[in-house]
Each structure stands twice: as C-alpha cells, then as structure tokens.
C-alpha cells in the first residue's frame, strides 16, 4: 500500500516561508504526476502545484504561481513545496497525492484531484496577518 507522509507545516506571519515535504513509501512509479492540494474550512480542496515526476515538469495554481515551488528529490522518493510570500489566504490544510502510471506531461490534468490515486493525511499551514 502506497504511503504518503507530510510534514513541515506550522504556523507563520504574513510574508514568512514554509517548505513542507512529503515523503512516499512503497511508491515505484517513475513515470506519475505529485502534487499538493489544500484545504480550507468550508472550502472545495484546490490544487495548488503538480510536478510531473517522470520529466520534472511542474504546473502551479494562478494564486501561487511566483511564489511556491514544488520539488523533488528521487534519491530520497520525496516531493516538497517550497513556499515564500504567505499570505493568509494561503491558511489551509496541505495534502500530498500521487498518481498512479501516467506516461506524458497533462498540465490540465495536475491540479484536478480526481487525477489522484494515493492521499496523504494533510499538514496544517496557519498564516497570520
């Protein structure tokens, strides 16, 4: 069973960084998309990055897009998400998930979590202004 494990997520002031992590285990797909989702109270989960884990390809959401990052260490089978500029609105709670075999790069495919097989239980992020 494919596991996926957050962590880093906290609390900081508006303007702040946070980098969270999510490390998979039993995980073996080469060719796949990860990304990170939140959500926040009374909210419809979103996508906020995909990164396309055969290629390195990355897609982000119009509302992070210059300020968050997503990354990937194979060496490790760990995705992370840099993120700069906090804003509260960014106030959530952050999920990993991966995909089972997915071949090519589908931008319009990475930030829809109906693309995602394998869910992570999710790290708060808490943004103060």
Same mark, same amino acid.
């Given at each position: ?5 957050? #962590?880093?997520?906290? *609390?900081?002031?508006? %303007?702040?960084?946070?980098?969270? *992590?999510?490390?998979? #285990?039993?995980?073996?797909? *080469?060719?796949?998309?990860? @990304? ?10 979103? @996508? ?6 055969? %290629? @390195? ?19 490790k089978n760990t995705v992370y998400l840099q993120?700069? *500029? ?8 952050? &999920?990993?998930?991966? /995909?089972?075999? &997915? ?10 979590? /109906? /693309?995602?097989?394998?869910? @992570?239980?999710?790290?708060?992020? /808490?943004?103060?202004?």
């Amino acid at each position: 069973q494919v596991q996926l494990v957050e #962590s880093g997520g906290g *609390s900081v002031q508006a %303007g702040g960084s946070l980098r969270l *992590s999510c490390a998979a #285990s039993r995980y073996t797909y *080469s060719s796949a998309y990860m @990304g990170w989702f939140r959500q926040a109270p009374g909210k419809e989960r979103e @996508g906020v990055a995909g990164i396309y884990i055969g %290629g @390195g390809s990355t897609t982000y959401a119009d509302s992070v897009k210059g300020r968050f990052t997503i990354s990937q260490d194979n060496a490790k089978n760990t995705v992370y998400l840099q993120m700069n *500029s906090l804003k509260p609105e960014d106030t959530a709670m952050y &999920y990993c998930a991966a /995909t089972g075999y &997915y071949g090519r790069y589908y931008p319009h495919l990475m930030l829809l979590k /109906t /693309t995602y097989n394998y869910w @992570g239980q999710g790290t708060q992020v /808490t943004v103060s202004s």
